[in-house]
């Protein structure tokens, strides 16, 4: 079920920063659907002519040429570029948007930017559209569509990745075939560890297996380019959520009593030598090849992060060579209460129709089919008669698909289409059983199945907590970046402090800092949208 897309862009700056964002602007969007003549007709809409639409999508920049790009444009006539940067998707989108070099759609995280774009006019309304044209979207979204309003009440965008999933997120993912040897009855997962068994489970490890073929291998690393992913382990083990709540008024989360806690622990475990040195400037693709070659024993994250590693160690060594997803329990907290699944229903990402997009009705048609449920079978599953059958009112795969993702799951979904184009994409199952994601949830995989075993119980739902600080281009966003900078920048130096009592006086430092910057002014913010929102989606 790697959804690499996105090692958690929406959800790392929830649990980094507290769910730092965008929010209150009122300004009217110039480009607006109600805006444009009403000439335009139903069999306008329902043309299918060929016709080309450009496509920002920050998750892929393949060419639209597969066996299911191709079906998508055999029932629609519509044709996709795909555009995406080989650099940073953020900048990228911060340059189109200055410079109104616009696509016809774009895909972008569902936070900050979102409302960057909104509050320039560069993506449109899209409810009357929906209304005439969309009537397999207000089905399959729902009470969504109502979630994702904007603070004037109209929608700008269509959730990607949307709808209620207890699916499993963080854990500490360990080497099953090392943990065998020095923690048999916790390999085979169910059993939680304490931190305190942790922390004892990696000094065995350093003592017993801390060299393979000469050369150190590091009891735990982390990736430094997904500081989210680390701390939201480790504060999901303390049962912490996106902020603190203290007597119904919501504060950043490091404000926590647990959060400190959390940190000093951590620092310990890297002064004991149990983590890599390295780890700071360990860039993503350095923590999977250490992973890959066998260097590391444990790491915090998203099960699926470590999806590329795996595939590397399962080939060269078999399926207990992976990692796997396990949970540790920070001291005091019930192992069914702990916070490591965060999930919002509303979705990953916001896919929108852009103010220079010469074609909205042509274009929510489209997006009507690939939102249907027809359309997700087409997306996820791929072209009846030649990737799945209809046995028995059932869909079924056939058996050399389910191989081929097996075999290498990047590469057959880039040459059959099948799950490239995660668009709207519906989580949960269709009308007749089958999950909408077939390589994902069709057959579990080991590691899925551990995940499962072992995290199931952690799953909370974040919606109510998603891009709740000032609207981005403000005094006060400004004000928000710099106290997520003090927060980012300490956080790491707590981390590797030489001794406990410089990491608490760092930690202390911090909330001075975060202070002096006026974070209890963002916190006011932060707690009038949550009533704002509170109000809307009632």
């Known amino acids: 079920m790697f959804n690499t897309k996105k090692t958690f862009n929406v959800l790392i700056s929830a649990v980094l920063m507290g769910s730092v964002i965008a929010g209150c602007t009122t300004k009217e969007n110039t480009a607006s659907s109600s805006d444009k003549p009403a000439a335009t007709t139903d069999n306008k809409a329902n043309d299918t002519t060929p016709i080309k639409m450009t496509f920002f999508d920050k998750n892929t920049g393949d060419a639209f040429t597969n066996e299911v790009a191709k079906e998508i444009t055999k029932r629609t006539g519509v044709t996709i570029e795909i555009q995406q940067p080989t650099g940073n998707p953020s900048e990228k989108l911060n340059l189109m948007l200055a410079s109104s ?139 912490m959520r996106v902020y603190y709540e203290d007597n119904g008024t919501l504060k950043y989360d490091v404000k926590d009593p647990k959060y400190k806690d959390m940190l000093m622990y951590i620092n310990k475990l890297y002064r004991e030598g149990l983590i890599d040195p390295e780890w700071p400037v360990n860039k993503k693709q350095t923590w999977e090849q250490k992973i890959s070659k066998g260097l590391v024993f444990a790491s915090p994250g998203a099960y699926w992060d470590f999806g590329t590693p795996n595939g590397v160690l399962k080939k060269e060594g078999g399926i207990e060579k992976q990692v796997y997803p396990y949970k540790i329990v920070g001291p005091g907290v019930d192992p069914a209460k702990t916070t490591l699944g965060p999930k919002s229903s509303l979705g990953w990402d916001a896919i929108a129709i852009t103010k220079t997009n010469k074609n909205p009705e042509r274009t929510m048609k489209l997006i009507d089919f690939l939102a249907s449920e027809e359309g997700q079978y087409l997306l996820m599953w791929g072209i009846e008669g030649v990737h799945w059958d209809q046995k028995d009112g059932k869909h079924t795969p056939r058996p050399e698909v389910l191989q081929g993702f097996k075999d290498d799951w990047d590469n057959y979904a880039k040459k059959t289409g099948i799950r490239k184009w995660t668009w709207f994409v519906k989580n949960g199952k269709g009308s007749d059983g089958t999950p909408y994601d077939l390589p994902g949830r069709y057959q579990r995989n080991e590691i899925d199945q551990m995940a499962l075993k072992n995290l199931s119980d952690t799953v909370w739902e974040t919606s109510a907590y998603d891009n709740l600080g000032p609207a981005g281009g403000t005094p006060d966003a400004l004000v928000t970046q710099k106290i997520s900078d003090i927060m980012s920048q300490t956080i790491t130096k707590i981390i590797i402090s030489k001794t406990e009592a410089d990491a608490a006086a760092l930690f202390d430092k911090m909330l001075a800092d975060m202070k002096a910057a006026g974070d209890e002014k963002v916190e006011k913010i932060i707690n009038d949208n949550y009533k704002k929102r509170m109000d809307l989606w009632k």
């Open 101 to 239: 070099d616009l696509p016809d759609l774009v895909l972008m995280d569902r936070g900050d930017i979102v409302s960057k774009y909104i509050a320039a006019g560069a993506i449109i309304p899209l409810d009357d559209l929906i209304a005439k044209f969309g009537p397999n979207v207000q089905k399959m979204y729902g009470d969504t569509l109502k979630k994702t309003r904007y603070t004037d009440g109209k929608n700008y965008y269509l959730s990607n990745w949307y709808g209620p999933e207890n699916e499993p997120v963080f854990g500490i993912n360990m080497r099953k075939d090392w943990l065998k040897q020095i923690a048999p009855d916790k390999a085979e997962g169910g059993k939680p560890f304490t931190t305190d068994e942790f922390e004892a489970l990696l000094k065995d490890f350093k003592t017993k297996l801390g060299k393979v073929d000469g050369k150190d291998v590091f009891p735990m690393s982390f990736n430094g380019e997904n500081m989210g992913a680390v701390l939201g382990t480790f504060k999901g083990m303390w049962g």
